[in-house]
């Protein structure tokens, strides 16, 4: 899950990427379909050839958070985040996870909700792997609309996205956490792997690194991938109905598979195609 929530190395320090982007059509229509890292080595350069002909041509930004959503994340994390009574992490994970979380323990665990140390070891392998949300596609994709004057928006609230995991049920909270724990001494490996993977637009590799990561939990993947897929999906349908062009940009763990993005539209109908 870390992989997951990292598609939330050395210093990239130039580091040229060239994610997988797709192309959805109608008539009078190009949605532009961008599988994005939330954080990146230093110096990634991922904005040029075709994904920077697509930053040009779109009319509007429409990315999971909205900048103003980003923003209030912090703030609804720390309010969902905690436990109602504390729990030590010995508790919680049997002694084959435990001694590998120690390369990832959060600080502050036992008050914390399964769920949110999760996304807490995500965030730290990240920065073990010199990663950074400042150098992130979202982060670059907001500048250059803002500089442009061009609208930004987003498909989810921050509370919306920060609830899908308070309400997995506790069971499924704590097998996600137990396989993260087990884990979490390969984590910065294999989140170097996923964004070697991204920056070649290995969409193969991509799909196998993170169906690896949530299938083991099958109703983690409905609430977390699939179900958001589809209400995307349906979005990206709705938008069809008017005119222009827009860049929407998304974890690249949204756009692979047969129940990735551009699958769905698809089979919808729509002519998909990938131009990078």
Known sequence: MPLLLAACGADGGGTEARPALWVAADADTRIYLLGTMHALPRGTDWDEAEVGKAIHAADELVMELSPRELARAGDVFRTLAPRAAPLAMEKRLPQAALAPYRALEVRGGDTLDDWAILVLMGQRAAERAKLSSADGVETGLTAAFRKAGKPISGLETAEAQLMLFETLDPATQRALLTRAAARADR?????????????????????????????????????????????????????????????MAVGAGHLVGADGVPALLEAEGFEVRRVQ
């Open 187 to 247: 984590a910065t490996q294999e989140i170097a792997a996923l964004t070697a993977a991204w920056a070649r637009g290995d969409v193969a590799a991509l799909e196998r690194l993170i169906n690896e990561d949530v299938d083991a939990v099958p109703a983690a993947r409905r609430a977390i991938v699939t179900d958001r897929n589809r209400a995307w999906a349906d979005w990206a349908k709705r938008r069809m109905d008017r005119p222009g062009t827009v860049l």
